[in-house]
């Protein structure tokens, strides 16, 4: 005989499950997920960064194709197969775009890639550079399926790396206002008295201050630079969760597990962090959900500034940056693609945060 969960996590997940909207942003989410991860062995430019420059094919259509030269280099770099997935090859070849080529006995000559048949250039490279192998296992047809940026750098590699550069933003600017806003909420509104004004002071005066500005001041305070971002956003997201925090714990600390707790002699610390906060997470996880698409936004708001990660460094915000201009010149996908992809991850995030929300609801 089967029984049925009846746990309020079990309900919660049952509700949850039947939130169509909730489930597929959180699939999606998982997807953009192992992206992130697996970006450098899923992108067609695994080197660091994607920073492989052409600029003889900046600004090409998606499903542009052309023909690449790659040149070996004399130089052997020696890397792990954990440092090339997690950071990207270490690539010291040179690839050239070309639009003809022939090979003598000795020398292979080519025509570098120009555009309305414009004049190219003729280069000869001798045969034996190329290491005695065939040469047509250097000359491949390479296809750019998103096209190009200005600098000529696949685009598909850069968003598909920039994925972890919002990833990042958003666990660690959440792990950090969890932290700090867990923390001051939970002694706010246990102790309360004057360490409750004192703190509801702090959290006013940081309230009042916009969150961009504050953002952009300790950015400059700290420095340009992918983890001073991380943090400058990650010290402006506390706010919220110490509040909600400190007006779950006030209506907490007068049940009667609490009363029961102080009874048998527990510690303040392990009544608050082991015996309330278990029981009050519930708001605080929509909460996160709303905080981890905000955290996204403003690192695409800085990067967009010009003072978030610092190229070359591959961000959705920067990407804009860059291309925004593009829009009046016949070329808006370049500054549209990453704008979607900003706009896909923070309504998933949210739409998990509404679906939680529901799912959490004690009295639906």
């Given at each position: ?7 309020l996590?079990a ?5 949850f ?11 999606f ?12 062995v ?20 998606p ?13 052997t ?13 270490k ?7 070309i639009?003809?080529y ?38 491949k ?8 940026d ?6 598909l590699?850069?968003?598909?790396i ?11 600017a ?5 932290v ?6 939970a ?19 940081t ?20 983890w ?35 009874a ?8 608050i ?39 070359p ?12 201009s ?15 992809a ?15 929300r529901?799912?959490?609801?004690v009295?639906?």
């Amino acid at each position: 005989m089967k029984t049925k969960a009846n746990s309020l996590s079990a309900l919660a997940l049952q509700k949850f499950k039947k939130n169509t909207s909730g489930v597929l942003s959180f699939w999606f989410v998982i997807s953009c997920a192992l992206v992130a991860i697996f970006a450098y062995v899923l992108a067609p430019d695994n080197s660091s960064n994607a920073n492989q420059m052409h600029l003889e094919i900046h600004s090409k259509k998606p499903g542009f194709e052309v023909l690449m030269l790659t040149i070996p280099s004399e130089k052997t770099i020696k890397q792990s197969f954990f440092s090339a997935v997690l950071f990207g090859k270490k690539n010291p070849k040179t690839e050239i775009p070309i639009s003809k080529y022939s090979i003598s006995a000795t020398e292979l000559t080519i025509n570098t890639y120009t555009e309305n048949n414009a004049v190219s250039l003729t280069k000869t490279y001798p045969l034996s550079k190329f290491q005695g192998k065939d040469i047509s296992t250097f000359i491949k047809t390479k296809k750019f399926y998103l096209g190009t940026d200005k600098y000529g750098r696949d685009l598909l590699s850069r968003m598909l790396i920039g994925t972890r550069i919002s990833f990042s933003i958003g666990f660690i600017a959440v792990f950090i206002s969890l932290v700090i806003g867990l923390s001051i909420g939970a002694i706010a509104g246990y102790f309360g008295g004057k360490i409750d004004a004192f703190i509801m002071w702090l959290i006013n005066i940081t309230w009042s201050i916009p969150t961009l500005l504050l953002v952009i001041a300790i950015t400059l305070a700290l420095g340009k630079g992918f983890w001073q971002v991380f943090i400058a956003v990650g010290l402006t997201m506390w706010v919220e969760v110490a509040r909600v925090v400190r007006g779950q714990l006030i209506s907490a600390k007068e049940m009667q597990y609490v009363e029961a707790a102080k009874a048998l002699g527990f510690s303040n610390f392990r009544i608050i962090f082991k015996h309330i906060l278990p029981n009050i997470m519930a708001p605080v996880i929509v909460i996160s959900a709303a905080n981890f698409a905000g955290a996204i936004l403003m690192e695409s708001g800085l990067s967009f500034l010009g003072i978030g990660a610092q190229p070359p460094i591959p961000s959705w915000g920067a990407m804009i940056k860059d291309h925004y201009s593009y829009i009046i010149l016949g070329k808006a996908y370049l500054a549209i693609i990453p704008g979607l992809a900003i706009m896909s991850l923070v309504m998933a995030f949210m739409l998990i945060g509404n679906a939680l929300r529901d799912a959490l609801d004690v009295k639906n």
